[in-house]
């Protein structure tokens, strides 16, 4: 009987030391420390947005002609009204002078028919002044009265063939205007085509011709980006966005959401979209932003500040974490109970307590519940 428990003995303790020279390494792992923080809700773009001009004209000629003068290039900045192009005008020019030559004509005209008139006015005064004395006659009052009568007709004729000389001089200026393209706002010059002497015509209805010169507004810029369908109903204007830029990789900028478009795009059948705009808030000085700029969004729909948060990508399938246990510097799969997440960080409302420490990367070879491991620094 001594023997047999002797026995046993000795094939528990070499049983032991085999466990022990045989069993796998400890797996060297990094612990995540559970922490407080900030932790949003946010909406992100499905498709890479696009950096817009609140305005952008591309500018056509109303009429056809001769190119007379460039007077932009493209890159120039310009002001509103500033003249961009200008066609062979000099028949326009000339009647406009010579109307301006007409009008100036029937003023002088209308002047001196109006002063006739106010002459013929006194004499007419002057002789009923005299007759109330006896010492003009019924026929010279009624003389004067006919003539002042008929000065007076004159002197309106004057005025009106006035006014229609100034008309006339008002539509072959809109005329000679129509010769030169202006700029409707201020911005910078996109393109330009066309060269001098070219011949440049108007865009027919339904007939895409490349403009005159594209025109954009630099001052005023937003961000379209599709939202997915899914996500479309918990926006609403004015929610703050962070806007992201491939041109300034590291940095994002301040916006506010200003518009929900009031459809759902079928672009993709299996992944619709609903667009939205983002203006910044305030446009960047110190960043120079250009048109076409490929942008990134996320729409903050919640956000809480100083609640326990855990990274997303330490979270299991079911809201488990690996929980690292000291004393047996093993992994321990914990239940714990989430609440506001996003890919970065998620929110713990239960499981967890602040300074518990858990695997940060699933991926690591060996690591998993009941496995020993080995903190790495």
């Not at 000795?10 to 045989?22: E, H, K, P, T, V």
């Not at 009008?103 to 005209?109: F, Y």
């Not at 700029?183 to 060269?195: D, H, L, Q, R, S």
Request: with cysteine.
């Amino acid at each position: 009987m001594k023997k047999l428990f002797i026995s046993l003995i000795l094939l528990l303790l070499i049983g032991s030391a085999l466990y022990f020279l045989n069993r796998p390494d400890p797996v060297g792992v990094r612990l995540y420390s559970v922490e407080t923080g900030t932790v949003e809700q946010i909406a992100a773009n499905s498709r890479a947005g696009t950096v817009k001009a609140c305005r952008r004209s591309r500018l056509s000629m109303p009429q056809g002609g001769r190119v007379e003068r460039l007077l932009v290039d493209e890159g120039d900045h310009v002001e509103q009204g500033q003249p961009l192009l200008e066609l062979w005008n000099a028949d326009r020019k000339a009647r406009l002078e010579e109307v301006a030559a007409t009008l100036k004509a029937r003023e002088i005209q209308a002047a001196s028919a109006c002063h006739t008139a106010a002459l013929a006015q006194r004499e007419a005064r002057r002789a009923e002044s005299l007759a109330k004395n006896r010492l003009a006659s019924e026929e010279l009052i009624d003389q004067r009265q006919t003539e002042a009568r008929r000065s007076a007709l004159a002197c309106e004729q004057a005025q009106a063939m006035t006014e229609q000389a100034r008309a006339t001089l008002k539509l072959h200026q809109v005329l000679l205007d129509d010769t030169i393209l202006k700029a409707p706002f201020a911005g910078v010059v996109a393109e330009v085509n066309g060269e001098i002497g070219e011949y440049v015509t108007p865009s027919p209805p339904g007939v895409a011709t490349p403009p005159a010169v594209d025109l954009i507004d630099d001052d005023c810029l937003y961000v379209r980006a599709p939202i997915d369908e899914v996500e479309a109903a918990r926006l609403a204007v004015g929610q703050p966005v962070r806007i992201t830029l491939d041109a300034f990789r590291g940095r994002s900028f301040v916006g506010e959401l200003i518009r929900i478009a009031p459809f759902v795009s079928e672009l993709e059948k299996q992944a619709r979209t609903v667009d939205v705009d983002v203006r910044f808030t305030p446009p960047p000085n110190d960043a120079h932003l250009l048109v076409g700029y490929s942008a990134d969004i996320e729409v903050i729909i919640e956000r809480r500040d100083a609640v326990l948060r855990i990274p997303t990508e330490t979270l299991l399938q079911g809201n488990r974490v690996l929980h690292f246990d000291a004393a047996g510097q093993t992994l321990e799969a914990v239940a714990v109970e989430t609440g506001l997440g996003n890919w970065s960080w998620t929110q713990i409302q239960g499981g967890l307590d602040a300074g518990d420490r858990i695997l940060q990367s699933l991926d690591t070879e060996g690591a998993e519940a009941g496995a020993r491991v080995v903190p790495l620094p």
